[in-house]
């Protein structure tokens, strides 16, 4: 299983998302919307962050949307 999260570089969300992740266990690669405005574009992203798994998109952030829990993180993994 791959983990990518796509985030801009000045999202406070992506630390707290990685924070999750690190208690999880769960190894992930980060990139940046910044570096990488064809992947945002593919997946047709705007907000940040979003988490894809093995390629496909399993969080979308939306405007005053939460982050996943540590438990949906879990369940989103399985």
Do not use: W
Request: hydrophobic letters at 40%.
């Amino acid at each position: 299983m791959k983990l990518l999260i796509l985030a801009t570089k000045n999202c406070n969300h992506r630390k707290i998302l990685e924070q999750r992740l690190n208690a999880l266990g769960v190894p992930y690669e980060v990139k940046y919307f910044e570096e990488n405005p064809d992947l945002m574009e593919t997946l047709q992203l705007q907000q940040s962050p979003n988490i894809i798994i093995d390629d496909q998109v399993v969080f979308k952030a939306a405007p005053g949307q939460s982050l996943p829990s540590e438990g949906e993180l879990a369940r989103l993994l399985n």
